[in-house]
Protein backbone atom coordinates (compact mmCIF):
# COMPACT_ATOMS: atom_id res chain seq x y z
CA UNK A 1 0.00 0.00 0.00
CA UNK A 2 1.25 3.54 -1.26
CA UNK A 3 2.09 5.91 1.81
CA UNK A 4 1.21 9.67 2.13
CA UNK A 5 5.00 10.07 0.35
CA UNK A 6 4.47 7.83 -2.49
CA UNK A 7 1.53 10.14 -3.10
CA UNK A 8 3.08 13.45 -4.27
CA UNK A 9 1.17 14.17 -7.30
CA UNK A 10 -2.64 15.12 -8.47
CA UNK A 11 -4.33 12.94 -11.38
CA UNK A 12 -6.39 14.24 -13.57
CA UNK A 13 -8.32 12.39 -16.29
CA UNK A 14 -9.08 13.88 -19.68
CA UNK A 15 -10.73 13.28 -23.14
CA UNK A 16 -11.66 15.41 -26.01
CA UNK A 17 -14.59 17.29 -24.16
CA UNK A 18 -14.31 20.95 -22.99
CA UNK A 19 -15.37 19.09 -19.48
CA UNK A 20 -12.53 17.66 -19.48
CA UNK A 21 -10.47 20.42 -20.22
CA UNK A 22 -12.06 22.59 -17.40
CA UNK A 23 -11.45 19.81 -14.84
CA UNK A 24 -7.55 20.22 -15.83
CA UNK A 25 -7.44 24.05 -15.42
CA UNK A 26 -9.04 23.12 -12.10
CA UNK A 27 -6.61 20.50 -11.32
CA UNK A 28 -3.77 22.93 -12.16
CA UNK A 29 -4.77 25.22 -9.77
CA UNK A 30 -5.25 22.96 -7.08
CA UNK A 31 -1.49 21.25 -7.83
CA UNK A 32 0.22 24.87 -7.61
CA UNK A 33 -2.01 25.66 -4.43
CA UNK A 34 -0.18 22.31 -3.23
CA UNK A 35 3.50 22.45 -4.99
CA UNK A 36 2.63 18.73 -5.94
CA UNK A 37 3.24 17.61 -9.68
CA UNK A 38 0.19 17.23 -12.10
CA UNK A 39 -0.29 13.78 -14.12
CA UNK A 40 -2.53 14.21 -17.15
CA UNK A 41 -4.18 10.71 -18.20
CA UNK A 42 -6.50 9.73 -21.17
CA UNK A 43 -6.83 6.24 -21.12
CA UNK A 44 -6.35 4.11 -24.27
CA UNK A 45 -8.98 1.43 -24.44
CA UNK A 46 -8.12 -0.14 -27.41
CA UNK A 47 -4.25 0.29 -27.51
CA UNK A 48 -1.95 -2.24 -28.48
CA UNK A 49 1.16 -1.83 -25.78
CA UNK A 50 3.67 -4.08 -24.28
CA UNK A 51 2.52 -5.92 -21.14
CA UNK A 52 5.14 -4.82 -19.35
CA UNK A 53 3.93 -1.00 -19.57
CA UNK A 54 1.40 0.51 -17.57
CA UNK A 55 1.08 3.73 -19.86
CA UNK A 56 2.41 5.22 -22.76
CA UNK A 57 4.10 8.31 -22.21
CA UNK A 58 3.14 11.48 -24.73
CA UNK A 59 5.45 10.68 -27.48
CA UNK A 60 5.54 7.16 -27.17
CA UNK A 61 5.09 5.72 -31.35
CA UNK A 62 2.15 3.26 -29.63
CA UNK A 63 -0.42 6.31 -28.84
CA UNK A 64 -2.98 7.47 -31.17
CA UNK A 65 -2.95 10.76 -32.59
CA UNK A 66 -6.44 11.50 -31.17
CA UNK A 67 -4.82 10.33 -27.56
CA UNK A 68 -1.52 12.29 -28.68
CA UNK A 69 -3.63 15.16 -29.42
CA UNK A 70 -5.58 15.40 -26.44
CA UNK A 71 -2.55 14.90 -23.94
CA UNK A 72 -0.53 18.06 -25.93
CA UNK A 73 -3.77 20.65 -26.17
CA UNK A 74 -4.37 19.67 -22.46
CA UNK A 75 -0.60 20.31 -21.23
CA UNK A 76 -0.29 23.34 -23.65
CA UNK A 77 -3.40 24.64 -21.40
CA UNK A 78 -2.29 23.90 -17.74
CA UNK A 79 1.00 25.44 -18.84
CA UNK A 80 -0.80 28.58 -19.11
CA UNK A 81 -2.50 28.14 -16.12
CA UNK A 82 0.82 27.95 -14.08
CA UNK A 83 4.47 28.07 -15.96
CA UNK A 84 5.97 26.99 -13.24
CA UNK A 85 3.45 23.90 -12.78
CA UNK A 86 5.49 20.16 -13.01
CA UNK A 87 3.31 18.32 -15.57
CA UNK A 88 3.57 14.77 -16.87
CA UNK A 89 1.31 13.44 -19.42
CA UNK A 90 0.45 9.64 -20.32
CA UNK A 91 -2.25 7.04 -21.72
CA UNK A 92 -2.70 3.99 -19.75
CA UNK A 93 -4.21 0.52 -20.79
CA UNK A 94 -7.63 -0.18 -20.39
CA UNK A 95 -10.99 1.36 -20.00
CA UNK A 96 -11.14 4.91 -18.56
CA UNK A 97 -12.39 4.67 -15.04
CA UNK A 98 -10.68 1.05 -14.19
CA UNK A 99 -7.03 3.20 -15.67
CA UNK A 100 -7.80 6.41 -13.00
CA UNK A 101 -8.86 3.63 -10.15
CA UNK A 102 -5.57 2.22 -10.94
CA UNK A 103 -3.88 5.51 -10.96
CA UNK A 104 -5.70 6.59 -7.38
CA UNK A 105 -3.41 3.96 -5.71
CA UNK A 106 -0.09 6.18 -6.26
CA UNK A 107 -2.11 9.76 -6.02
CA UNK A 108 -2.67 12.38 -3.55
CA UNK A 109 -5.91 13.51 -5.60
CA UNK A 110 -7.83 11.85 -8.69
CA UNK A 111 -9.73 14.93 -10.34
CA UNK A 112 -11.95 14.03 -13.42
CA UNK A 113 -14.89 16.15 -15.04
CA UNK A 114 -18.56 16.00 -14.29
CA UNK A 115 -19.18 14.74 -17.60
CA UNK A 116 -23.35 14.39 -17.88
CA UNK A 117 -25.57 11.93 -19.08
CA UNK A 118 -28.65 14.48 -19.17
CA UNK A 119 -27.18 18.02 -19.79
CA UNK A 120 -25.69 19.23 -16.32
CA UNK A 121 -28.22 16.96 -14.23
CA UNK A 122 -26.39 13.87 -13.99
CA UNK A 123 -22.57 12.88 -13.73
CA UNK A 124 -21.49 10.22 -16.22
CA UNK A 125 -21.07 6.51 -15.67
CA UNK A 126 -16.99 6.87 -15.55
CA UNK A 127 -17.18 9.32 -12.83
CA UNK A 128 -19.01 7.73 -10.31
CA UNK A 129 -17.00 4.26 -10.55
CA UNK A 130 -13.82 6.59 -10.28
CA UNK A 131 -15.33 8.14 -6.93
CA UNK A 132 -16.85 4.89 -5.67
CA UNK A 133 -13.22 2.96 -6.34
CA UNK A 134 -10.45 4.92 -6.06
CA UNK A 135 -7.56 4.65 -3.49
CA UNK A 136 -7.30 8.40 -3.03
CA UNK A 137 -10.15 11.64 -2.07
CA UNK A 138 -11.59 12.34 -6.02
CA UNK A 139 -12.23 15.97 -6.99
CA UNK A 140 -15.39 15.88 -9.30
CA UNK A 141 -15.21 19.46 -11.33
CA UNK A 142 -18.63 20.61 -11.69
CA UNK A 143 -19.60 23.98 -13.94
CA UNK A 144 -20.08 25.07 -17.22
CA UNK A 145 -17.69 25.08 -19.90
CA UNK A 146 -15.46 27.98 -19.54
CA UNK A 147 -16.52 28.39 -15.78
CA UNK A 148 -13.98 30.49 -14.10
CA UNK A 149 -12.36 28.63 -11.10
CA UNK A 150 -13.79 30.67 -7.80
CA UNK A 151 -10.99 31.80 -6.64
CA UNK A 152 -10.91 33.03 -2.96
CA UNK A 153 -14.30 32.01 -1.82
CA UNK A 154 -13.91 29.57 1.04
CA UNK A 155 -13.83 25.97 0.91
CA UNK A 156 -16.80 23.56 3.03
CA UNK A 157 -16.56 20.38 4.79
CA UNK A 158 -19.57 18.55 5.71
CA UNK A 159 -19.30 16.96 9.55
CA UNK A 160 -21.36 14.27 10.77
CA UNK A 161 -19.49 13.83 14.26
CA UNK A 162 -17.93 10.89 13.13
CA UNK A 163 -14.82 8.89 11.90
CA UNK A 164 -16.40 9.18 8.12
CA UNK A 165 -15.40 13.35 8.44
CA UNK A 166 -12.00 12.68 9.30
CA UNK A 167 -10.25 11.87 5.92
CA UNK A 168 -12.95 15.33 4.78
CA UNK A 169 -11.41 17.35 7.58
CA UNK A 170 -7.82 16.59 6.99
CA UNK A 171 -7.92 17.73 3.03
CA UNK A 172 -10.28 20.46 3.60
CA UNK A 173 -8.34 22.18 6.41
CA UNK A 174 -5.06 21.19 3.98
CA UNK A 175 -6.46 22.29 1.26
CA UNK A 176 -7.98 25.93 2.38
CA UNK A 177 -4.84 26.73 3.87
CA UNK A 178 -3.00 26.08 0.53
CA UNK A 179 -5.24 28.51 -1.02
CA UNK A 180 -5.45 30.77 2.03
CA UNK A 181 -8.80 30.63 2.14
CA UNK A 182 -11.90 30.02 5.23
CA UNK A 183 -13.31 26.64 5.93
CA UNK A 184 -16.81 26.48 6.73
CA UNK A 185 -17.58 22.99 8.53
CA UNK A 186 -21.13 22.38 7.94
CA UNK A 187 -22.47 20.00 10.56
CA UNK A 188 -26.47 19.41 10.20
CA UNK A 189 -28.65 17.04 12.07
CA UNK A 190 -32.47 15.85 11.42
CA UNK A 191 -35.16 18.56 12.40
CA UNK A 192 -38.18 17.06 13.91
CA UNK A 193 -41.65 17.76 15.90
CA UNK A 194 -40.92 17.03 19.55
CA UNK A 195 -44.33 15.94 20.97
CA UNK A 196 -46.39 18.56 23.16
CA UNK A 197 -45.05 19.27 26.56
CA UNK A 198 -41.67 18.32 25.63
CA UNK A 199 -38.91 20.06 24.74
CA UNK A 200 -35.73 19.12 23.71
CA UNK A 201 -32.91 22.00 22.41
CA UNK A 202 -30.41 19.35 20.22
CA UNK A 203 -28.98 22.81 18.79
CA UNK A 204 -26.43 23.14 21.94
CA UNK A 205 -25.66 19.58 21.51
CA UNK A 206 -24.92 19.49 18.24
CA UNK A 207 -22.61 22.94 18.36
CA UNK A 208 -20.77 20.85 20.93
CA UNK A 209 -20.32 18.09 18.63
CA UNK A 210 -19.15 20.01 15.61
CA UNK A 211 -16.72 22.33 18.57
CA UNK A 212 -15.10 19.07 19.31
CA UNK A 213 -15.15 17.56 15.52
CA UNK A 214 -12.78 20.44 15.04
CA UNK A 215 -10.48 21.13 17.99
CA UNK A 216 -7.38 19.17 17.03
CA UNK A 217 -7.81 20.64 13.30
CA UNK A 218 -7.79 24.14 14.47
CA UNK A 219 -4.67 23.86 16.77
CA UNK A 220 -2.61 22.15 13.61
CA UNK A 221 -4.30 25.02 11.13
CA UNK A 222 -3.92 27.87 13.00
CA UNK A 223 -4.26 30.49 10.12
CA UNK A 224 -7.14 28.85 8.35
CA UNK A 225 -10.25 30.94 9.85
CA UNK A 226 -12.65 28.66 10.34
CA UNK A 227 -16.49 29.10 10.49
CA UNK A 228 -18.85 26.91 12.15
CA UNK A 229 -22.18 26.00 10.96
CA UNK A 230 -24.61 24.23 12.92
CA UNK A 231 -27.77 24.13 10.83
CA UNK A 232 -30.79 21.81 11.43
CA UNK A 233 -31.86 19.76 8.37
CA UNK A 234 -30.97 17.28 6.12
CA UNK A 235 -27.33 17.08 5.19
CA UNK A 236 -27.65 17.15 1.07
CA UNK A 237 -30.63 19.83 1.09
CA UNK A 238 -28.50 21.91 3.26
CA UNK A 239 -24.83 21.05 1.41
CA UNK A 240 -26.59 21.93 -2.15
CA UNK A 241 -27.44 25.24 -0.73
CA UNK A 242 -23.85 25.63 0.80
CA UNK A 243 -22.41 25.05 -2.77
CA UNK A 244 -23.04 27.96 -3.97
CA UNK A 245 -21.36 30.33 -1.65
CA UNK A 246 -18.28 28.21 -1.62
CA UNK A 247 -14.87 26.45 -3.79
CA UNK A 248 -15.01 23.22 -2.89
CA UNK A 249 -17.43 20.82 -0.71
CA UNK A 250 -15.45 17.91 0.92
CA UNK A 251 -17.60 15.47 2.04
CA UNK A 252 -16.83 12.06 3.70
CA UNK A 253 -17.43 8.52 2.13
CA UNK A 254 -17.18 4.59 3.23
CA UNK A 255 -13.88 3.20 2.29
CA UNK A 256 -15.44 -0.62 1.84
CA UNK A 257 -17.07 -1.34 -1.32
CA UNK A 258 -19.92 -3.30 0.91
CA UNK A 259 -20.76 0.64 2.03
CA UNK A 260 -20.71 1.42 -1.65
CA UNK A 261 -24.52 1.39 -2.64
CA UNK A 262 -25.25 3.11 1.27
CA UNK A 263 -23.38 5.77 0.72
CA UNK A 264 -23.36 6.73 -3.23
CA UNK A 265 -27.34 5.91 -3.03
CA UNK A 266 -27.76 8.76 -0.63
CA UNK A 267 -26.05 12.25 0.66
CA UNK A 268 -22.81 12.12 -1.64
CA UNK A 269 -24.04 10.60 -4.41
CA UNK A 270 -27.00 13.10 -4.31
CA UNK A 271 -24.01 16.05 -4.25
CA UNK A 272 -22.10 14.70 -6.95
CA UNK A 273 -25.08 14.76 -8.78
CA UNK A 274 -26.54 17.92 -7.89
CA UNK A 275 -24.13 20.68 -6.49
CA UNK A 276 -22.90 23.87 -8.51
CA UNK A 277 -19.05 23.45 -7.71
CA UNK A 278 -16.71 21.11 -7.57
CA UNK A 279 -17.06 18.05 -4.81
CA UNK A 280 -14.11 16.38 -3.01
CA UNK A 281 -14.98 12.95 -1.84
CA UNK A 282 -12.62 11.66 0.88
CA UNK A 283 -12.83 8.02 1.46
CA UNK A 284 -12.32 6.35 5.29
Do not use: F, N
Given at each position: MSTRADRNMIVVGVDHSPTALNAAR????????????????????????????????IHSPHLSDAVRATLERTCQLVRTCDPDLTVDAIG?????AEALVALSAHARIVVVGARTAYGERLIGSTTVHVAEH?????????GGNGRPIP????????VD?????IPALAHGFEIAAALGVPLTAVHCWPSRIEPVG????????????????????????PDVEVIEMPVPGLARTVLKEIAQEVQLLAVGSHGHPTATALMFGSTSRDLLHHTTCPVLVCRS
Open positions: WAAYLAGALHTPLLIACALPHAVTPAHQLADRPQGPPAHCPVGVWRRGKPVAVGGTELSHHLDRGETERTVLAEALAGWRTEY
